[in-house]
C-alpha cells in the first residue's frame, strides 16, 4: 500500500461506517488519482495542495451521496510523498453482512472476443477485461476488476479473511508496461512462473513486511503480484493468473445523453459478496466524469432529477478546481456523477437525467456497452 493509499483508507475509514466498503471507494480514488497524475505531466495542472484533486474529488462525491454532513468542502491533507516500501495493509474490518464467496466471480463474458493470450494488444481495449483467477487464494469479501485504458493496464483488487481470521488484501496487475507498478523493492530472487523467468522482491522495514512478484508472459505483458505473505504463496497465486478469457466491464445503465466526444478512460465492476456495483470515469480531455454505483440510499436531497430525488453541489475541490457532485436516486441504488475540468452543470443534469438507468445485481443482466442506448 503506496502512502497515497493509506492516506485515501484513513479518510474514508473515518466518513465511513461499518457497511461502506472502504477498499472499493479507495481502488475508485486511486484511479482518478492516476488520471489527474497524468494531466499534470501533460500540463494541466489539477491543483497540489493535498490529495490529488481527481482522488478528492471521488472522496467527496461517495461521501457526499451516503452522509447529509460530508462532501461539502474541499479535501485537505499533506501532500503523500513517495514511498520505497509498500507495507502489509491493514484494511477495515469487513461488514458482518458481507460473507466470504465460494467462487471467484468474473463480469460477464465478452463472448468471442480476442483474448490476452491471443495479443498483448488486447490489453487496453476499451471496456474489456483480460485478468482473473482460476481460484480463490484465500476466503474473499470483495474483488474489484478495473481497467485503466490510456495505460493499458489491468488491475484485480482482492480483499478478505484468511482462514485463521487474519484480514487479507492481495493485488493482482497487468499491463503493456510496468509504469505506477509497485516497486520491487528489498532483496530480490529470480524465480520461474508457469517457465517465464521472474523477480520476486521482499521488503522489511521494521514490522511491515511487503512482497511484489513480477513476470513477463511469453507475448510481451507484464504481471505483478502484490501482497502475499512469502514467497511460496505469491508462485501459488501466479499459477493460478488467467489471460485466456476476456470479460466486459459493465454498468447498469445506458448513457442517452453522453457527448459522442467523450470517451471511457476507465471503467471496474466490482463484487462485494451478492452485490456488485460499477464505476465509469469518461473525458474528453477537458471535461470529465466519473460514474459510479452505490447499493445506498440518499440523505439530504436539495433537487429532483429526471423527476429523481437528487443531491447536487458545486464547490472548489482539492488544489482549487471547481467540481460538480450530483448523486440520484434510483430506488434500488445510487448513481453518482462526479464532473471535473471544463464542464457544463446544464449538460450535467442532463446527461444524469437521461440516463436508462437498468439496475439490478447481476451484472450479467445489465447492458452490453453503455455507450449503446438502443440495447
Not at 480531455?285 to 458545486?314: C, M, Q, W, Y
Amino acid at each position: 500500500m503506496t502512502d497515497l493509499d493509506r492516506a485515501l483508507h484513513e479518510t474514508l475509514t473515518r466518513v465511513a461506517d461499518e457497511d461502506v466498503h472502504v477498499e472499493r471507494l479507495l481502488a475508485g480514488a486511486r484511479t482518478m488519482g492516476t488520471r489527474y497524475r497524468r494531466r499534470r505531466r501533460f500540463g494541466m495542472a489539477a491543483g497540489a495542495a493535498g490529495l490529488s484533486a481527481g482522488a478528492a474529488a471521488v472522496v467527496l462525491s461517495l461521501t457526499a451521496a451516503l452522509s447529509p454532513s460530508a462532501g461539502r468542502g474541499p479535501g485537505s491533507g499533506p501532500e503523500p510523498r513517495p514511498s520505497a516500501a509498500t507495507p502489509t495493509p491493514t484494511p477495515s474490518a469487513p461488514s458482518s453482512s458481507t460473507p466470504p464467496m465460494t467462487a471467484f466471480p468474473t463480469p460477464p463474458v465478452a463472448a468471442g472476443a480476442a483474448t490476452a493470450v491471443d495479443s498483448a494488444n488486447e490489453v487496453g481495449r476499451p471496456l474489456l477485461l483480460h485478468l482473473s483467477l482460476a481460484r480463490l487464494p484465500f476466503p474473499i469479501i470483495h474483488v474489484q476488476y478495473q481497467q485503466l485504458i490510456d495505460e493499458r493496464q489491468e488491475r484485480l483488487g482482492i480483499y478478505g479473511v484468511d482462514n485463521n481470521g487474519q484480514q487479507r488484501d492481495l493485488v493482482v496487475r497487468v499491463g503493456a508496461g510496468t509504469k505506477d507498478f509497485e516497486p520491487l523493492a528489498g532483496e530480490r530472487k529470480a524465480v520461474r512462473v508457469a517457465g517465464r523467468p521472474g523477480t520476486f522482491a521482499l521488503e522489511k522495514i521494521g514490522n511491515s513486511r511487503s512482497t511484489v512478484l513480477r513476470w513477463q508472459t511469453a507475448n510481451g505483458l507484464w504481471l505483478q503480484v502484490v501482497g502475499a505473505r512469502d514467497k511460496t504463496e505469491a508462485l501459488t497465486v501466479a499459477a493460478s493468473v488467467r489471460l485466456d478469457r476476456t470479460y466486459r466491464c459493465v454498468a447498469p445503465y445506458r448513457l442517452r445523453s453522453l457527448p459522442a466526444r467523450m470517451k471511457p478512460e476507465s471503467c471496474s465492476v466490482v463484487f462485494s459478496g451478492t452485490t456488485a456495483t460499477s464505476m465509469l470515469g469518461v473525458s474528453d480531455g477537458k471535461f470529465h466524469i466519473l460514474f459510479s454505483t452505490e447499493s445506498r440510499r440518499i440523505e439530504d436531497t436539495n433537487e429532483k432529477i429526471g423527476s429523481r430525488p437528487a443531491r447536487v453541489l458545486e464547490h472548489r475541490g482539492d488544489g482549487g478546481a471547481q467540481i460538480m457532485e450530483v448523486a440520484v436516486d434510483q430506488g434500488d441504488a445510487v448513481l453518482s456523477l462526479t464532473a471535473s475540468g471544463r464542464y457544463d452543470p446544464a449538460l450535467v443534469r442532463r446527461i444524469a437525467a437521461e440516463c436508462d438507468w437498468t439496475g439490478g445485481q447481476d451484472p450479467a443482466t445489465w447492458p452490453i456497452d453503455p455507450f449503446i442506448s438502443d440495447r
